[in-house]
């Protein structure tokens, strides 16, 4: 959708013909969905779009003569592997070959393909359309142009990049959130609060923060600058670091403790319902975020 909206040509592959129904389904509901909302990206019509938009489950149509392709499989090594083997006897050597891998480090990934100086993982959030994120990390055999050009593609995409100058297990997006997610999880675990209440602090107190900004702007406007605000908090912040919880096995009995509660409140038969109420208030977020914008350029 992102693509298509942007005005590219795209061809969703697939090996399960029923997946590609399916997906064109959804992806002309939503696309109706946000036309009526006022949310369309872009300049093109939902139909527009809709229409830059074709399937196949022919790998040698999907991948032959384009200028870019986005994996999208499992976070397998193995079947993303067998992916790019048959990708790097089909692509061209101008080709830029993605991959929304959310841990896996592109010198593993891209090591045993001839083109692997195309290759760079671009990760988006979960929902990409909502949440516009997408880490740029290079392969280190990368050329030169492969992250300018995935930078401007993504930017005319109207997704916001960052580029990390190295790569890293998790990314940096995975690190801060399986960080904070560790550190709920041995809360929950000494009995400190219940999964609602972590959720509420999420919620209705950082995240309420970090919707607008990261944590060091707003450790920044929380003091007169930096300096100011290590004067007043360090000793309570490294006071407090000491005492975090280490590495946890993620199963278990919390693990059935998270289950459990959040399955009261959100039963498995509503969890696509939920996912639609997630995705109407993010929407609504991007638009006002983009309102503010213009009227602080005003």
Known sequence: ???AAAGYRVTVYDIEIRQLENAVSDIKMQLGDLERQ?????TLSADQQFQNIRTTTNFADAVKDVMYIQEC???RLDLKASVYAQADSLMSDRCI???SASALLPSKLAAGITHRNRFIV???TNPPFYAPLVELIPSPWADPDVVPTTNAIMEKLGQVPVVLKKEIEGFVLNRIQYSIMREAWGLIKDGVIDVDGVDKVMSAGLGRR???MGPFETAYLNADGMYVYAERYAAMIEGVMNTLKPTSTFGGPVLDQIQQELEARIPLDDLQ???QWRDKRLAALSQLNKRLDGEDDA
């Open 1 to 3: 959708m992102l693509f």
């Open 38 to 42: 006022g949310l369309l990206r872009g």
């Open 73 to 75: 499989v499992p976070e």
């Open 97 to 99: 070959l993605a991959s």
């Open 122 to 124: 671009a990760h988006p």
């Open 210 to 212: 970090y919707a607008f």
């Open 273 to 275: 319902k939920r996912r």
